[in-house]
C-alpha cells in the first residue's frame, strides 16, 4: 500500500509560481506518477503524468508550456513546478500513482490517490 502526501499549495497572484511536492512511501516508488485537479464545482481533470524512469511525460493542453512535472526516484518524490499561473489554475491538485506503464490522463488508471493540496491564484 503505497501513501502519497502531497505539499507546497497556497496563495499565488496570478503570474506567479509555485512547487508541488508529492512524497510517497509504504511501498515501491515504481510507478507512472501523475497530477490531478478540481476546482469547486467541477470535475477532476488531468494535469501531468510522468513515466517510471522519468523519461515519458504527458500534459494536459491547458498546462504545457507552464508546468513541469519531475521525479526523483532516490527520494521517492514527484514535484510539480507551476509558472505564469492563471486565476483558472485555482483547484485541489492531488497525486496519484499508477501501476501501469503508459502515462494515462484517465484518474481510473490511476491506484493511489494523495489528500490533496490547495492552489489558488488571485487576479
Known amino acids: 500500500q503505497v501513501q502519497l502526501v502531497e505539499s507546497g499549495g497556497g496563495l499565488v497572484q496570478a503570474g506567479g509560481s509555485l512547487r508541488l511536492s508529492c512524497a510517497a512511501s509504504?511501498?515501491?516508488?515504481?510507478?507512472?506518477m501523475g497530477w490531478f485537479r478540481q476546482a469547486p464545482g467541477k470535475e477532476r481533470e488531468f494535469v501531468a503524468a510522468?513515466?517510471?524512469?522519468?523519461?515519458?511525460?504527458n500534459y494536459a493542453e491547458s498546462v504545457k508550456g507552464r508546468f513541469t512535472i519531475s521525479r526523483d526516484n532516490a527520494k521517492n518524490t514527484v514535484y510539480l513546478q507551476m509558472n505564469s499561473l492563471k486565476p483558472e489554475d485555482t483547484a485541489v491538485y492531488y497525486c496519484?500513482?499508477?501501476?501501469?506503464?503508459?502515462?494515462?490522463?484517465?484518474?481510473?488508471?490511476?491506484?493511489?490517490w494523495g489528500q490533496g493540496t490547495q492552489v489558488t491564484v488571485s487576479s
Open positions: 496519484a500513482a499508477s501501476g501501469k506503464y503508459y502515462t494515462g490522463s484517465d484518474g481510473y488508471e490511476y491506484d493511489y
Open positions: 509504504g511501498g515501491s516508488f515504481s510507478y507512472v
Open positions: 510522468i513515466s517510471r524512469g522519468g523519461g515519458s511525460k
